[in-house]
């Protein structure tokens, strides 16, 4: 295994989640670990998954649980594609879906979005999913302005204030990011260019390398793989190799490189639904890893399952790369690995039929947003992240 194939692995984010553990349990990071909270956290996770989920009939942890409060919007889109082939309404549900994973970094608090249709407002990534599904299904994401599709000519003319029309932005109802929004899918019409993985300059094309590569039966661990290769020229310069852009990985001062690839991963997730749809079938899921944003990670400081060795370490702001903050993701990363394996065990299932994408929907995302709630007014989460609008 080169390095670029290293530290595009799942294993490489194990890894660095297990190294952070260890020297947390050392006391030589910013956090402690309270082994004696693991069970209540397990406890109250499976209390949010039977009130969520009680037939355990649990979708993957992906973008389209965003189109789908109060009304399934996937619907509206499927009555307008449905004359079309299977693999064609797979095309135009990845065209819609990648930019929409891209475009969810968090909002802020006081960010909403109107919907016409459903005469109700919506906030944080259900708010975000729902503007962008509008901001596609007004064909604004195609080269002629109209079309249900997202295309490299299109994708490059989109502007902040192409953001701000669509997700009803203005002085009393801010966005964070705008400028990195628009920026990522710049980005993303610019990589479409690599006729290799996008013959049809769209997001959707990726489909058809996949399936050349691979036939109806794609590995996750590919599927992962496609996303970061044909997707890692979009991320904001960070760390390099051999002149690949590697996204989601950070320099820890101690540690060194620590990958996560939250976006890529839960891009990942939220492509294996159409493809389903389409009668291609996803193998391996149970190997990607739990995603280290701020709902899991908040969940496990909420609960008192880590705390930060300094109290006031939890009222500053911090930028996604400082070693605080690496620490954090990566002990978010190797509990979910945990909680997810005592969860399967209690209901009985293997991780290949219950993956982490299904605890992560079924309980842990939920259940850091619902203890949030509790906790603080508006539910922010337990550390205060500076944003760009492209990591989280």
Known sequence: MSDLDYIFSPKCIRDGAKKVFDATVAGKTHFDYHPTKLNETINFVMEVIK?????????FHSRWGHFRPEVDRSKWLQEKIKHLDPIEQARIKWDLVIPSVLLDAGAGASWKFHENETKKDYTRSE????????????????????SLRSDANGLQTVSPALIEKYFQVN???PLVGVEGRAKLLKNLGQALENKLFFQDSRPGSLIDFLVKTHGKTIPAAALLRAVL??????????????????????????FGLVA?????QWMTYSLVEPLLDAGIAVTGAEGLTGLAEYRNGGLFLDTGLITFKNKENGKKAWAPESDLIIEWRALTVYLLDV?????????????SEFPLAKVLEGGTWWAGRKIAKTLRPGGEPPLNIISDGTVF
Request: net charge negative; charged share 20%.
């Open 171 to 173: 002085a009393t109802n």
């Open 127 to 146: 708010g975000l999913g729902i503007a962008s599904f509008h901001l596609f299904m007004s064909g604004a994401l195609s080269s002629d302005g109209k």
């Open 339 to 351: 909680v997810g394996s005592e969860i399967q065990k209690a209901i009985n299932k293997s991780p």
């Open 229 to 254: 290769d044909g997707l890692g020229p979009i991320w904001p310069g960070r760390e390099t190799m051999d002149a690949v852009n590697l996204g989601d990985v950070w320099k820890h001062s101690h």
């Open 51 to 59: 009130e969520n989920y009680p037939d355990l009939n649990i979708p």
């Open 260 to 264: 996560f690839h939250k976006l890529s």
